[in-house]
């Protein structure tokens, strides 16, 4: 399995482009979701999805965008990218949402935006 | 609000047993202990997690007080490759309607000296 995996690595985006970071799991895990993680904090819920066409927001949902059509792939929007959107971002999927099923996390899209 | 309180940093010398430290006095019956590590700012790595009795795995032990207030996560001979973030998380059975999301708060950063 290759778990939870992440592209790109790295993007520099302008203020207002728009773009998506991708997000696949090939565990046939339920839950997925999606974290942003600034300088010297831990991580923040953005998204979530509890299965295929079921998705709900986090913490800080504004300025991004998901949709879950398949239980491999979350895929996260960036409509209108902003300066305050530079971030690292992890992707992360469990069996289900349960509290007892350990999340796995992606290796990370680091984000800037000029 | 992460329902956590870690030290921000520990050292450890190589070879010898790291304990991490975690209180969480205001856990709730049904929530679970759970325990991640973050490396080089790589995606989150699980290590371990419980709900009442002590629980011990091929990477640490999880010791969790009897009024399950606080709890202590155990490596047992720690290496160079153990230095990371740490993060004790309280599995939140209701954020916003869902159930199960991790909430990270800024974690132990413990460094493994030689």
């Known amino acids: 399995n290759a778990g939870v995996t992440q592209t790109p690595k790295f993007q520099v985006l302008k203020t207002g482009q728009s773009m998506t970071l991708q997000c696949a799991q090939d565990?046939?895990?339920?839950?997925m979701s999606w974290y942003r993680q600034d300088p010297g904090m831990g991580l923040r819920l953005i998204h979530y999805s509890v299965g295929a066409g079921i998705t709900d927001q986090g913490e800080v949902p504004n300025g991004y965008n998901v949709s879950r059509s398949t239980t491999e792939d979350f895929p996260l929007r960036l409509l209108s990218a902003a300066p305050s959107q530079t971030s690292v971002y992890f992707c992360?999927?469990?069996?289900?949402?349960?509290?007892?099923?350990?999340?796995?996390f992606g290796p990370g899209t680091r984000l800037t935006v000029t | 609000d992460a329902k956590t309180t870690q030290p921000p940093s520990m050292d450890c010398a190589e070879g010898r047993a790291a304990n991490l430290p975690c209180n969480h006095s205001t856990i709730s019956g049904n929530e679970y202990v759970y325990w991640y590590r973050q490396i080089h700012s790589q995606g989150p790595q699980y290590i371990i997690h419980?709900?009442?009795n002590n629980e011990t795995n091929e990477m640490a032990s999880l010791i969790i007080t009897e009024d399950r207030k606080s709890s202590t996560l155990i490596l047992p001979h720690a290496t160079l490759r153990d230095t990371a973030v740490y993060y004790c998380i309280v599995r939140v059975p209701n954020y916003g309607g869902s159930q199960g999301n991790l909430i990270f708060g800024k974690g132990t950063k413990l460094s493994v000296k030689p």
């Open positions: 565990m046939n895990h339920e839950y």
């Open positions: 992360a999927s469990s069996y289900s949402i349960s509290v007892a099923d350990e999340q796995y």
């Open positions: 419980g709900l009442k």
